[in-house]
Nanobody, 126 residues
Protein backbone atom coordinates (compact mmCIF):
# COMPACT_ATOMS: atom_id res chain seq x y z
CA UNK A 1 0.00 0.00 0.00
CA UNK A 2 1.58 3.30 -1.05
CA UNK A 3 2.06 5.87 1.66
CA UNK A 4 2.84 9.54 1.16
CA UNK A 5 3.34 11.92 4.07
CA UNK A 6 3.71 15.64 3.64
CA UNK A 7 5.71 17.88 5.97
CA UNK A 8 7.51 21.19 6.11
CA UNK A 9 4.63 23.63 6.12
CA UNK A 10 4.37 26.59 8.43
CA UNK A 11 3.98 30.33 8.70
CA UNK A 12 6.15 32.45 6.44
CA UNK A 13 6.20 36.12 5.54
CA UNK A 14 5.47 37.30 2.00
CA UNK A 15 8.58 36.96 -0.11
CA UNK A 16 9.89 34.13 2.03
CA UNK A 17 10.67 30.51 1.23
CA UNK A 18 9.72 27.07 2.44
CA UNK A 19 10.66 23.56 1.41
CA UNK A 20 8.01 20.91 1.63
CA UNK A 21 8.81 17.22 1.81
CA UNK A 22 6.83 14.23 0.62
CA UNK A 23 8.14 11.08 2.28
CA UNK A 24 7.08 7.95 0.46
CA UNK A 25 6.96 4.24 1.23
CA UNK A 26 5.55 1.12 -0.32
CA UNK A 27 6.79 1.88 -3.82
CA UNK A 28 9.83 3.08 -5.71
CA UNK A 29 10.40 6.52 -7.15
CA UNK A 30 12.12 4.72 -10.02
CA UNK A 31 8.69 3.69 -11.26
CA UNK A 32 6.25 6.29 -9.95
CA UNK A 33 5.97 9.96 -10.71
CA UNK A 34 5.04 12.29 -7.87
CA UNK A 35 2.98 15.45 -8.03
CA UNK A 36 2.01 18.28 -5.72
CA UNK A 37 -1.29 20.09 -5.50
CA UNK A 38 -2.85 22.49 -3.02
CA UNK A 39 -6.21 23.51 -1.71
CA UNK A 40 -6.82 27.01 -0.45
CA UNK A 41 -9.79 27.76 1.80
CA UNK A 42 -12.97 27.82 -0.21
CA UNK A 43 -11.23 26.97 -3.46
CA UNK A 44 -10.81 23.94 -5.65
CA UNK A 45 -7.70 21.81 -5.60
CA UNK A 46 -4.99 23.19 -7.85
CA UNK A 47 -2.29 21.10 -9.46
CA UNK A 48 1.14 22.64 -9.03
CA UNK A 49 3.99 20.47 -10.15
CA UNK A 50 5.04 16.98 -11.10
CA UNK A 51 8.30 15.07 -11.46
CA UNK A 52 8.46 12.14 -13.83
CA UNK A 53 9.71 8.73 -12.78
CA UNK A 54 11.07 8.12 -16.27
CA UNK A 55 13.67 10.84 -16.55
CA UNK A 56 13.11 13.24 -13.67
CA UNK A 57 11.63 15.85 -15.97
CA UNK A 58 9.40 18.40 -14.30
CA UNK A 59 6.21 20.27 -15.09
CA UNK A 60 4.68 23.31 -13.40
CA UNK A 61 1.43 25.21 -13.33
CA UNK A 62 1.74 28.74 -14.63
CA UNK A 63 0.82 30.11 -11.21
CA UNK A 64 4.00 28.75 -9.64
CA UNK A 65 6.40 28.42 -12.52
CA UNK A 66 9.67 30.29 -11.83
CA UNK A 67 8.89 30.35 -8.09
CA UNK A 68 8.53 26.69 -7.15
CA UNK A 69 10.90 23.81 -7.87
CA UNK A 70 10.22 20.10 -7.49
CA UNK A 71 13.01 17.62 -6.90
CA UNK A 72 13.54 14.12 -5.57
CA UNK A 73 16.02 12.12 -3.55
CA UNK A 74 15.53 8.50 -4.51
CA UNK A 75 17.76 7.23 -1.72
CA UNK A 76 15.62 9.02 0.85
CA UNK A 77 12.41 8.16 -1.03
CA UNK A 78 11.46 11.79 -0.70
CA UNK A 79 10.19 14.41 -3.09
CA UNK A 80 10.60 18.08 -2.31
CA UNK A 81 8.80 21.25 -3.30
CA UNK A 82 10.97 24.31 -2.88
CA UNK A 83 8.77 27.37 -2.72
CA UNK A 84 10.29 30.82 -3.14
CA UNK A 85 8.89 34.34 -3.36
CA UNK A 86 5.81 33.22 -1.51
CA UNK A 87 2.65 35.29 -1.73
CA UNK A 88 -0.41 35.45 0.52
CA UNK A 89 -2.38 33.70 -2.22
CA UNK A 90 -0.07 30.69 -1.82
CA UNK A 91 -1.72 30.04 1.55
CA UNK A 92 -3.19 26.55 1.35
CA UNK A 93 -2.88 22.96 2.44
CA UNK A 94 -0.32 21.26 0.21
CA UNK A 95 -0.52 17.60 -0.77
CA UNK A 96 1.64 15.19 -2.71
CA UNK A 97 0.11 12.47 -4.79
CA UNK A 98 0.62 9.76 -7.37
CA UNK A 99 -0.38 10.75 -10.91
CA UNK A 100 -0.97 7.08 -11.68
CA UNK A 101 -0.94 6.22 -15.37
CA UNK A 102 -1.03 9.84 -16.46
CA UNK A 103 2.05 11.63 -17.67
CA UNK A 104 2.99 14.65 -15.63
CA UNK A 105 1.77 16.99 -18.33
CA UNK A 106 -1.55 15.17 -18.55
CA UNK A 107 -1.94 15.08 -14.79
CA UNK A 108 -1.50 18.84 -14.50
CA UNK A 109 -4.19 19.36 -17.11
CA UNK A 110 -6.54 16.88 -15.45
CA UNK A 111 -8.77 17.20 -12.42
CA UNK A 112 -7.24 14.17 -10.71
CA UNK A 113 -6.34 15.42 -7.24
CA UNK A 114 -6.40 12.49 -4.82
CA UNK A 115 -4.87 13.07 -1.40
CA UNK A 116 -3.05 10.19 0.20
CA UNK A 117 -2.03 12.02 3.35
CA UNK A 118 -3.31 14.88 5.46
CA UNK A 119 -1.27 17.53 3.72
CA UNK A 120 0.80 20.28 5.25
CA UNK A 121 -0.48 23.78 5.88
CA UNK A 122 1.38 26.74 4.44
CA UNK A 123 0.38 30.18 5.64
CA UNK A 124 1.88 33.25 3.99
CA UNK A 125 1.20 36.30 6.09
CA UNK A 126 2.93 39.25 7.66
Amino acid sequence: QPQLVESGGGLVQPGGSLRLSCTTSGFSLDYYSIAWFRQAPGKEREGLSCISSVDGSTNYADSVKDRFAISRDKAKKTVYLQMNSLKPEDTAVYYCTLPGPLSCEMWLASSDRKNWGNGTLVTVSS
